[in-house]
């Protein structure tokens, strides 16, 4: 099993480009999660898709983020335009819980390290 | 313990010892919290995982204790190894969907 794929690994871009991050779960994952890493705030959810729908979207920062998750195998994380602030490690986790145990054993990607200069 | 600021905690043990990192939760109605283990450059790595209806669970070399009086978790870790050397975090279930993780703990294995 390949595991959660992210690309790209690192993404360096000027303030005001716009930035797509990708996400491949694992095969037969039904839900999935992005997250963001920063030494100040830690991780935190920003959204999260339940069989491809995106059910809680509160995390999400500002109006310059969205998601989508238009089948099984594949997510987008787009933010236009982007910020020095947005500088931080977004994750991809995928899980097969439903309901109560949607989140448990979670298995994260490698992330992608964004850089906005 | 959970950071303060913007320094993560750090427990250094030599390799051989047996380490324990703890963390303190912050919703007593957390009914499910897991270990994660990052290392650099890499995203978290399920350790294991423990209902609040249960007080210690065992793994490989692995054993959380939960303590739901205190709100108090641990990770012990026995016969710690080079490859242990990571960042340790906790995180608690308390929404259904939506972990709760703390800042991390450091874990240094020394020769």
């Known amino acids: 099993d390949a595991g959660v794929i992210q690309s790209p690994r690192h993404e360096v871009t000027e303030m005001g480009q716009e930035v797509t991050l990708r996400c491949k779960p694992i095969?037969?994952?039904?839900?999935l999660f992005w997250y963001r890493q920063t030494m100040m705030r830690g991780l935190e959810l920003l959204i999260y898709?339940?069989?491809?729908?995106?059910?809680?979207d509160s995390g999400m920062p500002e109006d310059r983020f969205s998601a989508k998750m238009p089948n099984a195998s594949f997510s987008t994380l787009k933010i236009q335009p982007s910020e020095p602030r947005d500088s931080a490690v977004y994750f991809c986790?995928?899980?097969?819980?439903?309901?109560?145990?949607?989140?448990?054993?979670?298995?994260f990607g490698s992330g992608t390290q964004l850089s906005v200069l | 313990g959970e950071s303060v600021g913007l320094h993560l905690p750090t427990l250094s043990v030599q390799e051989g010892d047996n380490s324990i990192i703890n963390c303190a939760y912050s919703?007593?109605?957390?009914?499910?919290f897991i270990w994660y283990k990052q290392e650099s450059g890499k995203g978290p790595q399920f350790i294991i995982d423990?209902?609040?209806?249960?007080d210690k669970r065992q793994g490989q070399r692995v054993t959380v204790l939960l303590n739901k009086t205190v709100k108090h978790l641990s990770l012990q870790i026995a016969a710690t190894q080079p490859g242990d050397s990571a960042v340790y975090f906790c995180?608690?279930?308390?929404?259904?969907?939506?972990?709760?993780f703390g800042k991390g703990t450091s874990l240094l294995v020394t020769p």
């Open positions: 423990i209902r609040s209806n249960m």
């Open positions: 919703n007593s109605a957390s009914d499910y």
């Open positions: 898709f339940n069989n491809n729908v995106p059910i809680d």
């Open positions: 095969s037969g994952h039904n839900s």
């Open positions: 995180a608690e279930n308390n929404s259904g969907y939506a972990l709760n």
């Open positions: 986790a995928s899980s097969t819980g439903t309901g109560a145990a949607l989140n448990e054993k979670l298995f």
